[in-house]
Structure formats: structure tokens, C-alpha cells
Nanobody, 123 residues
Framework: QVQLKESGGGSVQAGGSLRLSCAVS????????MGWFRQAPGKEREVVAR?????????YYADSVKGRFTISHDNAKNTLYLQMNSLKPEDTALYYC???????????????WGQGAQVTVSS
């Protein structure tokens, strides 16, 4: 059974930075799509960024985070990261990592999910 566990959330002022980590335990194939999603109160869960574990340069970013967020995956540590810079109040949300054999924009497709990490950005 694959388990995902996020860490690194917190509170920061606008313009600050945070790095989220997602530790993966259990068997996972060499190629897997791993992504970060977020959900703000009253809003639908949306994809933030995603990457295939075996092809580091094939990434996707939501337009709202391009140039500010960077997704990466460390195969040796089996850990997914999201470096978030120049944070804005509108980035405030519960952030989830997720995994599925194939990448998709649809959150419902993803098989495995972490419990979420809160990110709060104050103005």
C-alpha cells in the first residue's frame, strides 16, 4: 500500500517562501505521476504542479504559480518537493500531494493522496 505524507506547511507573509515535502512509502513503480494539488475554503481542488518520477524535465504548472513554484522529485529519497517562492495571499490553501500511474488534470483520477499541509500567506 502506497502512503504519502506531506510536511513543511506553515504561515508566512506575502513575498516569503516555503518548501513542501511529500514522503512516499510502500511500493511505487519507476514511472509514476506525482502532483501537488490545493484546495482553498469554498473552492474546488485544483492542480498546482505535477511531474513524472522518471522524467524530471516534463513538468506542468498552473498558470497562477508559473515562475514562482518549482516541483521536483528525489528518487533516492522517494520524496516529492514543492518550492514556493514569492507567495501571495491567494496561495493560501490546504496542499495535497497525490500519485497516479498517469498524469491528469483531474484530481479524481489520482489513486493515492496525502493528508494535506496547510499553507497560510498573510498580506
Amino acid at each position: 500500500q502506497v502512503q504519502l505524507k506531506e510536511s513543511g506547511g506553515g504561515s508566512v507573509q506575502a513575498g516569503g517562501s516555503l518548501r513542501l515535502s511529500c514522503a512516499v512509502s510502500g511500493y511505487i513503480r519507476r514511472r509514476y505521476c506525482m502532483g501537488w494539488f490545493r484546495q482553498a475554503p469554498g473552492k474546488e481542488r485544483e492542480v498546482v504542479a505535477r511531474v513524472y518520477t522518471d522524467v524530471a524535465d516534463i513538468t506542468y504548472y498552473a498558470d497562477s504559480v508559473k515562475g514562482r513554484f518549482t516541483i521536483s522529485h528525489d528518487n533516492a529519497k522517494n520524496t516529492l518537493y514543492l518550492q514556493m517562492n514569492s507567495l501571495k495571499p491567494e496561495d493560501t490553501a490546504l496542499y495535497y500531494c497525490a500519485a497516479h500511474p498517469v498524469c491528469s488534470q483531474d484530481a479524481a483520477v489520482y489513486t493515492f493522496w496525502g493528508q494535506g499541509a496547510q499553507v497560510t500567506v498573510s498580506s
